[in-house]
């Protein structure tokens, strides 16, 4: 079976969706889903992603997820808790926020293991200044200030980036050991 067939009935079982019920809330043919679920169609149309998408209440790109990496977004949200709790305590922080983003957060962790409430609060609020950041980034590259923008980008590239030292010649290096 295919990650993408794997995917639909993953879905279907998340939401306990019968196939009859998607086929129905879909708009597809029977025999159209019947075909991506036994693996003989891995390559739909688009308005059939876009319809079964529909069907399942989900984002088209949430139908060819890599099975194991939703093993580790899971293993990253259980072993996080807390990040729930401030998901909940503080739901403006979370504003446009993408699937990504949300993984990103359940996957860091603080000193000692998985991250307290103050830490998650401090992931939460250091991924939305980046995040504005940035915006303003993009917006200046858009603007007549992109030179400007991209000499100071690279002086203080220069300043962080630890060039390593030039390697001496194989030869140098054979008269040395002898």
């Known amino acids: ?18 196939v009859a019920e998607l086929i129905d809330r879909a708009g597809l043919d029977e025999r159209t889903v019947k075909n991506i679920l036994n693996g003989t169609n ?36 259980e072993s996080n808790p807390l990040v729930d709790e401030v998901i909940e305590a503080r739901p403006e922080l979370f504003d ?9 957060l359940s996957s860091r962790f603080g000193a000692g293991g998985a991250l307290t ?25 858009e603007s007549d200030q992109r030179d400007v923008l991209r000499g100071i980008v690279d002086v203080l590239y220069r300043q962080v980036v630890i060039e390593p030292p030039p390697r001496a010649p194989a ?8």
């Open 1 to 18: 079976m295919t990650d993408f067939a794997h995917n639909v009935r993953r879905l279907l079982a998340r939401q306990g969706l019968s």
């Open 96 to 104: 446009h926020w993408t699937a990504a983003d949300f993984d990103e």
């Open 117 to 141: 409430f103050d830490g998650a609060l401090s992931a939460v609020e250091q991924m939305n200044a980046r995040r504005e950041l940035m915006r303003k980034v993009a917006l200046v590259m």
């Open 171 to 178: 030869s140098a290096l054979l008269r040395s050991a002898s």
């Open 42 to 77: 891995s390559k739909p149309h688009a308005r059939t992603l876009h319809q079964l998408a529909l069907g399942l209440d989900v984002q088209a790109d949430e139908l060819f997820q890599n099975p194991a990496l939703l093993a580790r977004r899971s293993f990253d949200r």
